[in-house]
């Protein structure tokens, strides 16, 4: 694999939100809502939601929010979307935008972020690149298999991913 690639992160803004959407249309066997979309730029937050650049052009996207755990007063931060353009992958970028909101979360644990307690995502039970991505960079279990998740593509089965932060 080449060498490691150091991306600067951008903010995503309404001015430059459709390049999330080509970006995911080209990572993402599914399409995200508008809902999603416009929660990203609602945010305004670029700890959460980011562009990596790399010599000036976007390459990837992490998309996270903080959202309740059901049933308690604690909360987890939910990975939406992570990408990488494919011709930039196994160059260390998904591992930066994974860790820049692992970073965000340790700077904020005891301030903003003090009743977050987990770090979570959804992932196809087919993406097995995604799967050891999360397992062998970020130590994430598997948690629950949730059947049916996606409507339009098969297998529409995920599991649920997580690792707790505290
Ligand atoms: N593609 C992917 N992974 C590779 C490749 C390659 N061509 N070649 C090697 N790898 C291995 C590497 O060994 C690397 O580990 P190493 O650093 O120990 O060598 C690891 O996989 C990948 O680490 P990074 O380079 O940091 O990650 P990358 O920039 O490739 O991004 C990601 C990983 C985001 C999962 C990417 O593969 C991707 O965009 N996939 C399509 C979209 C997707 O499945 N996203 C996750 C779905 S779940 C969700 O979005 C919540």
């Known amino acids: 694999m080449g060498k490691q690639l150091e991306v600067e992160f951008g903010q995503i803004t309404d001015d430059n939100i459709e390049q999330l959407r080509q970006v ?8 995200y809502q508008e809902t999603y979309y416009k929660n ?3 945010g305004k937050n670029e700890d959460l ?24 007063d604690r909360k987890r931060l939910y990975i939406m979307t992570l990408c990488v353009l494919a011709a930039y992958r196994g160059r260390g970028i998904g591992t930066q935008l ?17 009743k ?12 097995e690149d995604a799967m050891n991505f999360y397992k062998t960079k970020f130590g994430f ?3 629950e298999l949730v059947e049916n998740y996606y409507r339009r593509i098969d297998p529409p089965h995920c599991y649920l991913l997580y690792k707790k932060l505290r």
Do not use: M, T
């Not at 994974?98 to 003090?114: F, G, P, R, T, V």
């Open 24 to 31: 995911n249309l080209a990572c993402f066997p599914v399409q």
């Open 40 to 42: 990203v730029v609602k």
């Open 49 to 72: 939601c980011k562009f990596a650049y790399w010599n000036g052009y976007i390459v990837g996207a992490a998309c996270s929010r903080v959202e309740n755990v059901e049933g308690s």
């Open 98 to 114: 994974i860790q820049s909101i692992l970073d965000h979360y340790e700077a904020e644990k005891d301030a903003a972020l003090s």
């Open 116 to 127: 977050v307690d987990e770090i979570a995502l959804h992932v196809q039970i087919s993406n």
């Open 141 to 143: 279990e598997k948690g």
